[in-house]
């Protein structure tokens, strides 16, 4: 097989490999809309799905520091675990996602929140352990990692579109006949369901393992077939070799094109790509602020937006949340290809898209907090820009991310987990911010969608 051949397939087997990272977790905030209406748990269920995965960055953390002082490299075996494990959970979930336990007279999810906790410590530690294992290759694979990454979401979201998740609502009078011998009378209470979807919950976890498989044939094929062992960089540490030096200049940060005139600017974020970087310093400015990008990013999208979107889109209607979950994890990969084709590392552009994120947030979190009648309720209006902020985003952070995985991909391994560790760690605060928020001063309001004027 020729050079050119094996690359092309190294890389199409890269992306699918890394769909395994997050498609699981992905797969579970998709069908949200049916769960909510069944597990005890109701709105709070995202909060709390997020809750346990930061929780679970404690695997994270201990794969960091594990990498960072040991001269091991582990990640092969423990991506192999990581993938087996995700199955055996999904597997697992078919059968008791839907199953109670009553404890001190209250109903919880235990079976599906501990199998959440399971996935949740081996996607934490795909997202150090995976990019780990790309420090292995050079840097052109970053992209179709991330594209892959993005499939995680895109899969799972259109499989949900086909599904029908998030039906409309149908409301019914239910009769209570009070028949005793000193009273007889009948009552009348209101109850809420949504249409039935094209198939069940436990089908579409059965669609998450079969993806789940075919990352881990993916996966076996780079670990196993010669000629793309051979793809890979002579020295991991440093993740950059003679041969692709000219490759990196004329594709990772092609970013001068974008910045023509701005020499200010280009002096604040030099031409990384020009020079072989030094794989030490870790606490220069460039470095600083790709990771500070990649820690408020992933503070406020995988900490405080999952967290909020039921209490911002659910007033609005099921539609509208499911389409607040499923579309902006469908533009995910698109803006991965965006970011490989047209990469930028302006200051201007990189935090302007930052700032933008940020300001949608803000709308977000302003409608979370009218929850459970918040602005242009009961119009099409408001559902339209709830989705539309959302995904803005997604977009404008998942293009900085990329950028910055790019960055720190070029200054070696140890560069490269760092940067992953930022994300885990602006995950967990976000979250560990938010969680006692939505669940213990009653700012964010359920609302009965038989009553709720916004249905």
């Known amino acids: 097989m020729g050079r050119d051949w094996s690359t092309i397939l190294a890389k199409c087997l890269v992306g699918m490999f890394a769909v395994s990272a997050w498609i699981d977790i992905s797969g579970v905030f998709v069908e949200l809309p049916l769960m909510v209406d069944v597990l005890p748990e109701g709105w709070r269920l995202p909060s709390i799905i997020t809750f346990i995965n930061q929780i679970a960055n404690i695997a994270t953390l201990a794969f960091f520091l594990f990498t960072r002082y040991s001269k091991r490299h582990v990640e092969i075996p423990v991506n192999f675990i990581i993938i087996f494990t995700g199955i055996a959970s999904l597997t697992c979930m078919i059968f008791f996602w839907d199953h109670t336990t009553t404890i001190h007279g209250r109903e919880y999810s235990v079976f599906f929140l501990l199998l959440i906790g399971l996935l949740s410590i081996v996607d934490c530690t795909s997202t150090l352990s995976f990019l780990a294992f790309i420090s292995l290759y050079p840097e052109t694979f970053v992209a179709p990692y991330f594209a892959g990454d993005g499939l995680s979401g895109l899969l799972p979201g259109v499989a ?4 029908g998740v998030g039906g409309d609502i149908q409301c019914t009078n239910i009769s209570l006949l ?55 960089v002579r020295n991991p540490k440093y993740s950059i070799v003679e041969d692709t030096k000219d490759l990196i200049v004329n594709t990772i940060m092609d970013s001068e094109s974008c910045s023509e005139t701005d020499n200010s600017e280009s002096a604040e974020t030099p031409p990384v790509a020009t020079r072989r970087l030094d794989p030490g310093a870790i606490c220069q400015p460039s470095v600083v602020y790709w990771c500070f990008l990649q820690f408020w990013t992933s503070l406020c999208q995988y900490g405080i937006l999952l967290s909020v979107v039921s209490y911002s889109a659910l007033p609005y209607g099921s539609y509208v949340f499911h389409l607040t979950l499923t579309l902006p994890q469908i533009t995910i990969p698109f803006t991965c290809l965006l970011a490989s084709y047209h990469p930028c590392s302006r200051v201007s552009v990189t935090g302007g898209l930052t700032l933008l994120g940020t300001f949608g947030m ?27 902020v959302v995904v ?25 987990v760092l940067n992953s560790f930022m994300i885990q760690i602006g995950s967990m605060i976000g979250t560990f911010i938010i969680f006692p928020i939505i669940n213990y001063t009653g700012l964010f309001v359920e609302s009965d969608p038989c009553g709720s004027l916004c249905y």
């Not at 949900?160 to 599904?163: P, S, T």
């Not at 929850?371 to 539309?388: K, R």
């Not at 985003?393 to 720190?408: K, P």
């Open 160 to 163: 949900a579109l086909i599904q």
């Open 178 to 232: 009070n028949n005793t011998i000193m009273d007889n009378t009948t009552g009348y209470d209101i109850s809420h369901s949504t249409t039935l979807p094209l198939f069940p919950v436990e089908t579409f976890l059965g669609f998450l393992i079969c993806m789940m498989c075919c990352s881990l044939a993916a996966y076996t094929l780079l670990n196993t077939l010669p000629s793309l062992l051979r793809l890979r």
């Open 362 to 388: 803000s709308y977000v979190m302003w409608l979370a907090l009218q929850s459970p009648t918040p602005f242009l309720c009961g119009s099409v209006w408001g559902g339209f820009i709830e989705i539309t």
């Open 392 to 416: 803005i985003i997604y977009i404008s952070f998942t293009y900085v991310r990329v950028m910055a995985a790019y960055y720190t991909h070029l200054r070696g391994r140890n560069h490269l």
